[in-house]
Structure formats: structure tokens, C-alpha cells
């Protein structure tokens, strides 16, 4: 059965840093598009970055570009997420996706090109 599971979130004082992972089971991710999504409570689901199949092309939401590094690991199928300098605005839940039918790209992270979802990993960001 394929799936995707994140791990990683958790509490983080502002300023600090959180490495998501996002972890495939049941095929291989080295195929497809790996995005990561998130969504605070109240608010829509926002896209905040996506890779490339190997790894060429990275892409991230204006609201995290210079903050955050998408990252994958074919070998391991998994890919990550590191997060730098956290703001409490930056507190949501947050998903890994994969998808083939569109390119990394703004278009990709409107989120609607996805195949796979993983169930999500709660990060809070708080004093």
C-alpha cells in the first residue's frame, strides 16, 4: 500500500529549526514531484515549496523563500523539509504530497497535482 508519513514537527521557540521528513512506502519517490504543504488553523491550505524529480529544480512560496530548503534522498525515498528561523506565523500543520502530473512550480503548489498525501505533522512555534 503506498503511502507517504512525515515525522519531525513538534514545539520550536521562535527562532529555532525543525527538519520535517516525509518518508514513502510502497513506491518509489525518485519518479515524482515532492512538495510540502501547510495549513494553520482558520486558514487555507498554503503550498511552501517543492523539488523536482532528482533534484534539478526547487521551488518555495514567497511567504518561506530564503527560510526554508526542500531536500530529497532517492536512495532513502524520503524527502525533507529543513526550516530555519521560525516565526510563530509559520505555526500549522504541515503535509508532504507527491505528484507526476505537473511540473514543481507555482502551478504544483496550488496542491491540486498530487497523487499521494501523507496525514501530517503539527508544528508549533511559541515561546
Known amino acids: 500500500q503506498a503511502q507517504l508519513v512525515e515525522s519531525g514537527g513538534g514545539l520550536v521557540q521562535p527562532g529555532g529549526s525543525l527538519r520535517l521528513s516525509c518518508a514513502a512506502s510502497?513506491?518509489?519517490?525518485?519518479?515524482?514531484?515532492i512538495g510540502w504543504f501547510r495549513q494553520a488553523p482558520g486558514k487555507e491550505r498554503e503550498g511552501v515549496a517543492c523539488i523536482s524529480r532528482r533534484g534539478a529544480t526547487t521551488y518555495y512560496a514567497d511567504s518561506v523563500e530564503g527560510q526554508f530548503t526542500i531536500s530529497r534522498d532517492d536512495i532513502k525515498n524520503t524527502g525533507y523539509l529543513q526550516m530555519n528561523s521560525l516565526k510563530p506565523e509559520d505555526t500549522a500543520v504541515y503535509y508532504c504530497a507527491t505528484g507526476r502530473r505537473a511540473a514543481c512550480g507555482s502551478e504544483y503548489l496550488r496542491g491540486l497535482w498530487n497523487e499521494y498525501w501523507g496525514q501530517g505533522t503539527q508544528v508549533t512555534v511559541s515561546s
Open positions: 510502497g513506491f518509489s519517490l525518485d519518479t515524482y514531484v
